[in-house]
C-alpha cells in the first residue's frame, strides 16, 4: 500500500486549502483518514471516511472541512475552509485494511499505512 499526499502549502486565516492523497494497493471500502500533527503534540484524528459512507471528524473541523474518496481514481481529499491558525500542521494521509468505525475516527495505531506528510501553515 502507498500513500502519496499533495496539496499542503500556506493560507491565510479564513482561506481555504485541498489536500489529495493518492492511494495505491488498498481493498475496497477501506478506510482512509487524515490526522494532523502539529508542534509539540501527537497525531490527532482529523476526518475518516470509507466507501460504505461512514464519515467522521474531529470537533475541531467540522463545519469546516470535508472529506470525502474519489473511488474512480483511489483518491482522498480534504478540502478546508475557513481556515483557522490552530489549523496549522502537518497533515497525514492514513489507511486500513477494513472500514471505518461508525461516529467515530478511532487512534492513530488502528491504520496501517501512512503518508509521508503535507505542511499546511495557517497565517493571520
Known amino acids: 500500500v502507498q500513500l502519496v499526499e499533495s496539496g499542503g502549502g500556506s493560507a491565510q486565516a479564513g482561506g481555504s486549502l485541498r489536500l489529495s492523497c493518492a492511494a495505491s494497493?488498498?481493498?475496497?471500502?477501506?478506510?482512509m483518514g487524515w490526522f494532523r500533527r502539529s508542534v509539540g503534540d501527537t497525531r490527532v484524528g482529523i476526518a475518516s471516511?470509507?466507501?460504505?459512507?461512514?464519515?467522521s471528524y474531529a470537533d475541531s473541523v467540522k463545519d469546516r472541512f470535508t472529506v470525502s474518496i474519489d473511488n474512480a481514481d483511489n483518491t482522498l481529499y480534504l478540502q478546508m475552509s475557513n481556515l483557522k491558525l490552530e489549523d496549522t500542521g502537518m497533515y497525514y494521509c492514513?489507511?486500513?485494511?477494513?472500514?471505518?468505525?461508525?461516529?467515530?475516527?478511532?487512534?492513530?495505531?488502528?491504520?496501517?499505512?501512512w503518508g509521508q506528510g503535507t505542511q499546511v501553515t495557517v497565517s493571520a
Open positions: 492514513a489507511a486500513r485494511d477494513y472500514g471505518c468505525y461508525a461516529g467515530s475516527i478511532g487512534p492513530q495505531r488502528d491504520f496501517s499505512y
Open positions: 471516511t470509507d466507501g460504505n459512507g461512514r464519515t
Open positions: 494497493g488498498l481493498i475496497f471500502n477501506s478506510c
